[in-house]
């Protein structure tokens, strides 16, 4: 059911907006083809997860995906940040429910932050329609943080994605799962679309607590 997100929306690339910004203007479009992202180059700042080269790489494999989304930031011909969705891991609980999507990663580059390019990619993706039709989630980890370079610590940094994703409806939700679990500071985050049948939502909130001993 899942493969039917990608199918949903036009071949071309929708400009969403174009902001000044210190290093140039920047465009916000998407959902962008692996064709696309491919003729781009990845800033060198975009290492948060993996090195840029993979990153770029992993965003191609993700929008040549059924249910994969691409959105991102670019300054000429260059990434300088993105927002990814696609289907939750099989092995995950969230993997069972066939109406969530995970927002996987979402990442600017470090000479364009403070920007608001973060809110716009958030902003750009939840303009599509289609995404009224899922529960989207983002499981948020302490590790994956870039605490250096931000200069916030572990909870201000929380408290700045809580207000981030708060900017496109998503809010925290209690969960028992393992990995959320491991850390305080780790969060899950959902946003349940307007179109969502109560079946399912019914379905994912039973999906939080799996194990009777934690309420």
């Keep these: 059911m899942i493969a039917v997100v990608n199918q949903l929306i036009s071949t071309n690339i929708s400009l969403f907006a174009e902001t000044n910004t210190p290093s140039g203007p920047v465009v916000i479009e ?27 790489e992993a965003l191609c494999i993700i929008a040549g995906s059924p249910e994969g989304l691409v959105y991102i930031a670019r300054c000429g011909q260059e990434i300088v940040g993105y927002v990814v969705f696609h289907y939750p891991s099989q092995f995950s609980r969230w993997g069972k429910h066939p109406r969530v999507l995970e927002l996987g990663a979402i990442e600017v580059s470090s000479g364009f932050k403070r920007c608001g390019l973060g809110t716009q990619l958030l902003k750009a993706a939840f303009s599509n329609q289609v995404m009224e039709e899922y529960i ?68 994912f909130e039973d999906m939080l607590y799996q194990q009777s001993i934690i309420e």
């Design 30 to 56: 998407g959902p962008v083809p692996e064709d696309h992202l491919k003729a781009l180059r990845m800033n060198e700042h975009l290492s948060n997860f993996r090195l840029p080269d993979r990153q770029q």
């Design 136 to 203: 989207v989630i983002t499981t948020e980890f302490f590790w994956h943080w870039d605490l250096k370079d931000s200069g916030l610590d572990v909870w201000n940094y929380q408290r700045m994605l809580t207000k981030l994703f708060g900017s496109v409806h998503f809010k925290k939700r209690r969960t028992d799962d393992p990995e959320i679990l491991e850390h305080p500071a780790n969060m899950l985050m959902i946003r349940i679309g307007t179109k969502i049948a109560e079946p399912y939502a019914k379905s």
